[in-house]
């Protein structure tokens, strides 16, 4: 059973390294963005609610966003562990997957922070949304994207650090150099891929 988490700024490449995880530790990818838009696709009773703070341009509140998770991470494919992204985002979604874990009998392996200098994110975002033709994605709104990442998920990074969980990996660089430094100190931590 492998539980990991995964955190960065918005074009660290989190999407990219959580699916190579994954495969290697045959373990779910989980991204809220994700189930919100199951959800939402489904029109679950949780969907509904999710749906209309979406389209007003608001943040999905604690209670509803861990009762997605909580949900999620009840389904067959996560009983032997997964890797979250996008969660948790606030000190009340640590406390709660924390709980949640330990109700289980579990906790997390680690925490791994996708480090990247912003300039570089920048510029690859940049880059991205110019080769997919993503006019939205201007480098205004790309910067804005970084400093919310500062200000609401940043200091939840010492939290981590300070539960001994926290993996610092430089997340710049070829994809596949990226994976092999996520995985060897994963391996440092007795975290072994699945056989």
Not at 130 to 157: K, M, N, S, W, Y
Not at 159 to 165: E, K, N, P, S
Not at 175 to 181: C, G, K, L, T
């Amino acid at each position: 059973m492998t539980r990991l988490l995964i955190v960065g700024p918005p074009g660290a490449g989190k999407g990219t390294q959580s699916a190579r995880l994954a495969e290697r530790y045959s373990i779910p990818a989980i991204a809220t963005g994700d189930i919100f838009r199951q959800n939402v696709k489904d029109e679950t009773p949780l969907g509904l609610k999710v749906a209309s703070i979406m389209a007003a341009g608001d943040y999905v509140p604690d209670d509803l966003t861990n009762q997605l998770v909580s949900d999620r991470l009840e389904q067959p494919d996560a009983v032997n562990g997964f890797i979250l992204d996008g969660y948790p985002r606030t000190l009340e979604q640590i406390h709660f997957l924390d709980a949640l874990l330990a109700a289980q009998g579990e906790s997390l392996d680690a925490a791994i922070l996708l480090v990247a200098e912003k300039e570089e994110v920048v510029a690859r975002l940049r880059k991205r949304a110019l080769e997919l033709g993503r006019a939205d994605d201007t480098e205004a709104a790309i910067r804005h994207r970084q400093d919310v990442f500062l200000q609401e998920t940043a200091p939840l990074i010492p939290v981590y650090r300070d539960m001994g969980l926290l993996i610092e990996v430089d997340g710049l660089g070829e994809i596949d150099d990226v994976s092999d430094r996520i995985e060897q100190a994963l391996l440092e931590r007795d975290i072994q891929p699945a056989a």
